[in-house]
């Protein structure tokens, strides 16, 4: 992140100095676009958090509060970018292996899944099973499997990534 008397002075308005955070914090913002927008929506977000930036760092009330104010704007950008996309129809390309499993025959599919969640290991197995097969509700998993309700929802997320990686493949 940029050090703090760039920040100052580029809140106080130096013409100068708001160009130079602009050069330093792109890379930053570039990459926690990069975890946060879809990959199409990347470049706009960048550009939409730089020209919000230079227009409102004069706002900015605390210094130390430049790097979750600007994360801020480009999480904020990246969600009003997939709100505009919502609805439209994705690329092709982008859909790839998904297009492939879809014409697969339901009873391949039944088995890849089945072997899937067979493949996890016991305790994302049960949390999967109790919650998808099941449909407990993650109170009652948490309660049948003397756990958090966070341990439940971590669990869950791990199996169902596992899962999918396991069929992607």
């Known amino acids: 992140m940029p050090p703090t008397e760039l ?13 130079s955070l602009l050069a330093v914090a792109q890379p930053d913002i ?12 990347v470049d706009d977000a960048v550009q939409d958090a730089l020209c919000l930036l230079h227009r409102h760092i004069g706002s900015l009330r605390a210094i130390s509060a430049f790097s979750g104010w600007l994360f801020a704007v480009v999480r904020r950008e990246c969600l ?8 439209q129809a994705a690329p092709l390309e982008e ?8 014409v697969r025959p339901d009873h391949e599919l039944r088995l890849d899944l089945a072997a899937a969640i067979q493949s996890l290991p016991a ?22 499997l003397e756990t958090t309700r966070e341990t439940v929802k971590a669990r869950l997320r791990r199996a169902r990534t596992l899962a999918r990686e396991y069929l992607a493949r």
């Not at 100052?8 to 708001?18: E, L, M, Q, T, V």
């Not at 570039?30 to 929506?41: E, L, N, Q």
């Not at 009003?80 to 609805?87: K, M, N, P, S």
């Not at 919650?131 to 109170?139: K, M, V, Y």
């Open 80 to 87: 009003r970018l997939a709100r505009r996309g919502f609805g």
């Open 7 to 19: 920040i100052a002075s580029a809140r106080n308005g130096d013409a100068a100095a708001i160009t």
């Open 123 to 144: 305790h994302y197995r049960e949390a999967l099973v109790l919650r998808d097969l099941e449909e407990l509700t993650i109170d009652e998993i948490a309660a049948r």
């Open 95 to 102: 859909l790839g292996e998904q297009a492939e499993i879809a």
């Open 30 to 41: 570039r990459r926690y676009a990069r975890a946060t927008c879809r990959t199409a929506d």
